[in-house]
């Protein structure tokens, strides 16, 4: 099936690992009359995750499950995602990989956003790499999900300058601010708006 937002709003779920801040912009922006999305679930393979605040907070449900057991988390996390007719799935940080079979279920309707500017540097330290290699760039991708790891089509990237000075910790910082910008704009493309 398409994506398509016809008269009403595609029902989303985000997916987190961790702190939750692109969770938090990818909120703000669902709140506005201009977004396509709006966001029904937050689906967490921790239970620690600083960003399952923004659930309480925006009052959003959210969902924890085991991935020690990923067959059966997988499964579980199909049922809620048909359960709230969810249509697009936005991967925010989300540290664990999607079987094949998972993705299948999704096609085409799973987006990443990942923090080099792919193809270089996919999976992970990708900061560390960049600064390691020298490089005067790097930045974010935002792209849609195939079973091959970071490697699906890419809607838009942002390059960020690397200075002599960053640490990865420092140009982290700064690409983050990026990814808040370019998961929106992102989203908005793919929905020719
Ligand atoms: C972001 O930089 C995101 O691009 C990255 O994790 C960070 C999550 O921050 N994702 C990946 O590395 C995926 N492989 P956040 O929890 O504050 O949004």
């Known amino acids: 099936m398409a994506l398509s937002t016809g008269s009403k709003k595609i ?12 969770l938090k912009s990818l909120i703000k922006f669902s709140k506005l009359k201009k977004s396509p999305i ?5 689906i967490s393979n921790n239970p ?7 659930g309480k907070i925006y009052k959003i449900k959210k969902k924890i499950f085991n991935f020690k057991k990923k067959t ?17 799935i936005c991967l925010a ?15 085409g ?17 990708t900061h560390e ?10 930045g974010c991708s935002v792209h849609f999900v195939n079973s091959k790891l970071d490697s699906g089509k890419i809607i838009l990237k942002k390059k960020v300058r690397i200075n002599k000075k960053d640490t990865p910790q420092t140009l982290a910082k700064k690409i983050l601010v990026q990814e808040h910008k370019l998961y ?3 989203i908005l493309k793919i929905f020719n708006l």
Not at 98 to 107: G, R, V
Request: glycine letters at 6%.
């Open 38 to 42: 709006s966001i029904k679930i937050i």
């Open 129 to 138: 790499r960049a600064i390691k290699n020298k490089d005067k760039y790097s």
């Open 72 to 88: 059966t988390a997988e499964k579980e996390i199909l049922f809620e995602l048909k359960k709230n007719k969810i249509n697009l």
């Open 11 to 22: 029902k989303t779920a985000v997916f987190i690992t961790g702190t939750g801040s692109n």
């Open 48 to 54: 620690k995750a600083k960003g399952l605040r923004f």
């Open 109 to 125: 309707k799973i987006m990443n956003i990942h923090p080099s500017l792919l193809p270089k540097y996919k999976g992970l330290k």
């Open 184 to 186: 929106p704009k992102a």
């Open 93 to 107: 940080g989300f540290m664990k990989i999607l079987s094949k079979n998972f993705i299948h279920n999704f096609n």
